[in-house]
């Protein structure tokens, strides 16, 4: 019982002990209400503060060329540069004070990678696939000289006739070649049309009777015989 009373009063004084270090006033234990706030910057201050409300009337309002308009904020202006050292792109504008790329004129030409091999000349090169500016190939589609033996004499072959027969299939390119085929060449004295020919399937139709004409690329009228 003595032991229990005796460890009593040292919890007691314990206590004591540290409400001592606890300051009584309640001003260190709450924050005064002069703080400022935590505020951040909002960029989109010039979208916020818009009237947009005829354009979000979609009942009354129908959005053509006159009344069309960008979002407010999102055509900034453009840079002032080489106006005096306060636009912040004076002087040099941007280029620093020495260098290569400081001079005037373009400094290097495009594809230049300072003296190294470029990526231009690093990647493999393969036949039918140019790489590089000046190269260009025009892509066909090709029509077999084998699709043309079921037309009928006398008649004018086309891409759109071979289509509506149901002998070749549609196509995502706009112009067309004939080509050279497997099989041989039977039809005789046809007249076909098409962007470009082959050597050997323009021999091989006029050497039937037939005739090659060629079409614009962009009108699909017969230009000339080909």
């Keep these: 019982m003595k032991s229990f009373a005796a460890t009593f009063l040292l919890l007691i004084a314990s206590v004591?002990?540290?409400?001592?270090?606890?300051?009584?006033?309640s001003a260190f234990l709450t924050v005064p209400k002069s703080a400022p706030t935590l505020s951040m910057?909002?960029?989109?201050?010039?979208?916020?503060?818009?009237?947009?409300?005829?354009?979000?009337?979609?009942?009354?309002?129908?959005?053509?060329?006159?009344?069309?308009?960008?979002?407010?904020?999102a055509?900034?202006?453009?840079?002032?540069?080489?106006r005096g050292i306060s636009a912040g792109q004076g002087a040099t504008c941007g280029f620093g004070m020495?260098?290569?790329k400081s001079r005037s004129g373009r400094p290097t030409r495009p594809g230049f990678e300072g003296g190294q091999n470029p990526l231009y000349r690093a990647l493999p090169k393969y036949v039918g696939k140019p790489l590089g500016p000046g190269h260009k190939r025009t892509i066909y589609?090709?029509?077999?000289?084998?699709?043309?033996?079921?037309?009928?004499?006398?008649?004018?072959?086309?891409?759109?006739?071979?289509?509506?027969?149901?002998?070749?299939?549609?196509?995502?390119?706009?112009?067309?070649?004939?080509?050279?085929?497997?099989?041989?060449?039977t039809a005789k004295d046809i007249t076909v049309q098409a962007?470009?020919?082959?050597?050997?399937?323009?021999?091989?139709?006029?050497g039937a009777g037939g005739k090659c004409e060629l079409?614009?690329?962009?009108?699909?009228?017969?230009l000339v015989e080909a």
């Design 41 to 73: 910057k909002i960029y989109d201050w010039k979208r916020r503060e818009a009237d947009e409300s005829a354009l979000n009337d979609l009942d009354n309002t129908i959005l053509t060329l006159d009344n069309i308009k960008a979002a407010p904020g």
């Design 215 to 222: 079409l614009s690329p962009t009108t699909g009228e017969v």
């Design 16 to 25: 004591d002990a540290y409400s001592s270090f606890i300051p009584k006033s």
């Design 98 to 100: 020495r260098g290569q």
């Design 141 to 185: 589609n090709p029509i077999k000289l084998d699709a043309l033996n079921e037309c009928e004499p006398g008649s004018t072959v086309n891409f759109s006739s071979l289509l509506e027969k149901g002998i070749i299939t549609k196509s995502k390119l706009s112009i067309h070649k004939v080509v050279g085929g497997k099989d041989e060449f």
């Design 195 to 206: 962007h470009a020919f082959t050597s050997s399937a323009k021999a091989a139709i006029e």
């Design 75 to 82: 055509r900034k202006r453009k840079k002032r540069k080489g």
